[in-house]
């Protein structure tokens, strides 16, 4: 099957900050359909959607913060609507006791339903420090119980998982019919550093087989930290995808 891969271009964050409509060209050039934003370059939501339509690439998703989502989040639906993009996405939150994940979740379910209201899917993004234990439950499954499952979905970042000591495959299966995004990564086995996807320890296949069984709609490949040039790891982690 053809693979619906797409780069979170935080990836590419000093790259975007120096040429954000060069980078966009480079990333189309790889042959990554989508991108995934952290933010826009200061481009008007018109401009940034010609340059998508002339690229052939779909707005996969945009992390936004949660102080603008709480703030500005009409705004923020307006922009995505006009260039042609379904997901936002709550990228981090802070968390400390147990109802800092009931409140979040609560807040996280106000947001989903303004969202949904406008045709837009909200998503929050995981890392490894919701994978805190409370009566045996994780801080990051008391968010999704607690929330409409129609008002907030997931987008599994699958490292962190894997960091916090969990199995991917198996969390995302857990979310199935949850879950429209995937984030793609790999870890290197001594250090635990980011790898290009394909040059590390993840089980990718694995991931990619539960992803489709559970009706995951974009492939994120993201590589927070690169020891490479970044876009020559977007690059790398492109083409080892298409070799499996």
Known sequence: MDMPLSLQ????????????VGTLE???EI???????AGYGGLKASELKKHLERLGLTPTGSHIGLEILKNRLDEEIEYNLEIGNK??????????????FIEASKLFNEIGEKCRNKGII?????????FVKFDDEYGLDLIYENADSEFLKAEIDTYWVKYAGEDP???IKKYSGRVPLVHLKDMESDTRDFAEIGEGTMNIKDIISA??????????????ICKRPPLESAEISF??????
């Open 122 to 130: 909200f998503c929050y993004h995981n890392h490894n420090h919701e």
């Open 26 to 28: 480079k990333v189309a």
């Open 239 to 244: 083409n080892n995808i298409k070799k499996m």
């Open 211 to 224: 992803s489709i069984e559970v009706g995951v709609e974009w492939f994120i490949v993201e590589q927070d």
């Open 9 to 20: 271009l935080y990836t590419l964050r000093n790259e975007m900050k120096e040429d954000f």
């Open 169 to 171: 495959v198996k969390y």
């Open 31 to 37: 042959g990554y359909k989508g991108v995934e934003f």
């Open 87 to 100: 997901y936002i996405v709550c990228p981090w939150n802070k968390y400390e006791t147990k109802d800092d």
